[in-house]
């Protein structure tokens, strides 16, 4: 079957740098993303890899290793506004459709 | 224009009531889709349009019908709702269908059903 996993809450301080785990077992593999929503807003596109290695924008850097089935979202410098939940998604076949397969979420808390 | 629209923010309705939700995308983009959100939940894919055609209806109950008049606008008609069907509902749209990793995401419809 479909899954991916990741922690369900994590807190950090204001000024630190946390790392959000992901791992997925999916068929058809194409790529990771990363997606950060507010409560009561709209998922936002954070990054995406599709290949291994360390992508970098600005103060968030996402990681992919295909061969683990893992990837990790970076940010450093935590900012009160970065308190949110972020999701992982995968690109891979679902009942022979290709389609975003999410992740259930991190909750990310930020104390000052 | 870098943005999707969604109508209304908010919506309330009886079990018998019709009513439609409305999304607009003015970037070119070819896919577009529905997605049914809960408190605490990832997204969950309702449908999915390539080029104007509906290409994925991921069971989703007849009282949910989706519409895409052209190129930029998607409706999601709403008929004999149930509480349960309580929830975010998010429009998105990508370039193109093999593009999901660049969707773009509306604000999304708060949707309460009485």
């Known amino acids: 079957g479909q899954s991916l996993e990741q922690p369900s809450e994590v807190t950090a301080v204001e000024g630190a740098i946390v790392q959000i785990n992901c791992t997925y077992q999916?068929?058809?593999?194409?790529?990771l993303s990363w997606y950060q929503q507010h409560d009561g807003g709209a998922p936002t596109f954070l990054s995406y890899?599709?290949l291994d290695g360390l992508e970098e924008t600005g103060r968030f850097s996402s990681f992919l290793s295909r061969s683990d089935s893992y990837g990790y979202l970076l940010l450093q410098e935590l900012q009160m506004k970065d308190s949110a939940s972020y999701f992982c998604?995968?690109?891979?076949?679902?009942?022979?459709?290709?389609?975003?397969?999410w992740g259930a979420g991190t909750k990310l808390i930020i104390k000052p | 224009d870098t943005e999707v629209t969604q109508t209304p923010k908010h919506l309330v309705m009886g079990m018998t009531n019709k009513k439609s939700l409305k999304c607009e995308q003015h970037?070119?983009?070819?896919?577009m889709y529905w997605y049914k959100q809960k408190a605490k939940k990832p997204p969950e894919l309702m449908f999915v349009?390539?080029?104007?055609?509906?290409?994925i209806n991921e069971s989703v109950p007849s009282r949910f019908s989706p519409e895409c008049p052209n190129s930029s606008l998607l409706n999601l008609h709403l008929h004999a709702l149930q509480p349960e069907d309580s929830a975010l509902y998010l429009c998105?749209?990508?370039?193109?269908?093999?593009?999901?990793?660049?969707?773009?995401f509306g604000p999304g419809t708060r949707l309460t059903v009485l």
């Open positions: 890899n599709a």
């Open positions: 970037m070119g983009h070819r896919a």
């Open positions: 349009y390539s080029y104007e055609k509906l290409s």
């Open positions: 998604a995968v690109e891979g076949l679902m009942d022979s459709n290709y389609q975003l397969i």
């Open positions: 999916t068929s058809g593999f194409y790529g």
């Open positions: 998105a749209s990508s370039p193109t269908p093999d593009r999901l990793n660049e969707q773009f």
